[in-house]
């Protein structure tokens, strides 16, 4: 009888609490009288913000019950900024009704800069909708004739000094440790980019550094790990469906066994769909053929310190951002030319759904066949090579798997914004 009763206390304490949120919710004006909006942006749009932004609509947690779908997708820009896709997708009393609505934030706002741009715009979205409501009688529409936004989403022609190049130069260096072991690392990055209508051009390096040292029995061991990589590709688009690059890199890592590589190729790329529905859905095939010279610091397995490979590749992307979830999935295939048995095939799959009100199902995996790994060094790993994965290891295949599942229920109401610890 013990956990029965203990029931019986939880709810008679609880009933209370429920019924003042309850009524508490009834006084924040939730108002029948205007419409509900379910808001998909998976968590990283400052959903907070936009809620307390906008209070002329009714903010619900399931899609199912909503009036309004706000899908808020995003992708990078030439110059560093964002393009925000927003889909209004009607349903209920706006069934049929659908919008799309896209805004540009360049790279130099601010967080609070491109927060306040996105409530603005998720407003302008809402302004067809609201004509029925009297929430019209208190907006006004106000115009500060600078311009600068509708000049960069219409792609009207101004003077660039930079000609469209965008550099970007990073730096990050880390250090922690206690009595018997320490950690340094230190990382860096530079980039060029510079991305027209028709063109689209990379020039990047990055440079990694990492020491660990570990005390044991009076005596200090010091392992180093580095790898330094730079790379470039120019692409041609050659219309809706189809574009054409080439590219090249050159790279060490100790981890990898390369004391120096270099390598370039040229692929082609076709679209199912054309290249404006990115944000929609997406299926891409890629065939890229590439040459290289590689230096090995230690002699390798197949008995080689240095040689010259050719290999090809064919890779396939599918991307679907939809109201109902997402799915996205890339599969590479790659061999090289003087022995095909020399291979790698990659899958990785990712799906979220949302299956009924309030219950949603995420789960993701990877799997690679690898028979390609032509720089394993000869001699022996040590223990504490294999413990700190300081250099790479003779294997067949690699996996990852991960799934969750959420189910909300309750009050379908979230206007209330509260900061409080």
């Known amino acids: ?169 990073n730096g990050d260096t880390r250090l922690n440790g206690e009595e018997a072991q320490s950690r340094w690392s230190f990382s860096g990055s530079a980039e060029a980019s510079r991305v027209t209508e028709n063109w689209k051009t990379r020039i990047s390096y990055d440079q990694d550094y990492t020491r660990r040292s570990f005390t044991r029995d009076g005596e200090t061991e010091t392992f180093v790990t580095e790898n330094y990589r730079g790379d470039f590709f120019i692409i041609k688009s050659l219309g809706p469906h189809w574009s ?22 040229a692929a082609v790329e076709y679209s199912l769909y054309p290249y404006s529905e990115y944000s929609e859905r997406e299926i891409t095939l890629q065939y890229r053929l590439s040459g290289g010279y590689y230096d090995y610091t230690e002699m390798t397995l197949f008995n080689e310190t240095s040689e010259y490979l050719t290999q090809q590749r064919l890779e396939a992307r599918m991307n679907f951002t939809q109201a109902w979830g997402q799915i996205e999935g890339r599969l590479n295939a790659s061999t090289y030319l003087h022995d095909l048995n020399k291979n790698r095939l990659d899958v990785n799959l990712e799906f979220d759904f949302r299956v009924f009100r309030g219950l949603s199902f995420n789960v993701s995996g990877r799997y690679a066949w690898i028979n390609d790994q032509l720089g394993v060094p000869a001699g022996d790993i040590s223990e504490d090579e294999q413990l700190l994965d300081l250099r790479q290891q003779l294997t067949s295949y690699s996996y990852g798997l991960s799934f969750g599942i959420e189910w909300t229920f309750g009050s379908i109401y979230n206007n209330v914004v509260n900061p409080r610890f």
């Open 1 to 169: 009888m013990r956990f029965p009763t203990l029931l019986t206390c939880i709810f008679l304490l609880t009933a209370p609490a429920v019924a003042q949120q309850t009524a508490e919710e009834e006084e924040a004006g939730y108002d029948s009288a205007t419409f509900s909006l379910f808001l998909d942006c998976q968590g990283w749009c400052s959903e907070n913000y936009i809620r307390e932004g906008i209070t002329f609509v009714n903010f619900v947690r399931n899609k199912d019950v909503a009036d309004m779908h706000l899908l808020i997708t995003q992708e990078g820009t030439g110059n560093g900024g964002q393009e925000y896709t927003m889909k209004f997708l009607g349903s209920n009393q706006f069934e049929g009704k659908n919008d799309t609505l896209t805004f540009y934030s360049p790279a130099t706002d601010s967080q609070d800069e491109w927060r306040r741009r996105m409530v603005r715009y998720v407003k302008i979205g809402l302004l067809p909708y609201l004509r029925d409501y009297g929430v019209l009688d208190e907006m006004e529409v106000t115009y500060t004739g600078e311009g600068t936004e509708t000049d960069a989403q219409s792609g009207s022609r101004q003077e660039d000094p930079w000609n469209n190049w965008v550099f970007e130069l």
């Open 244 to 265: 054409a690059g080439v590219s090249g890199d050159a790279y060490s890592s100790t981890r990898q066994n390369v004391d120096f590589s270099a390598s370039g190729g």
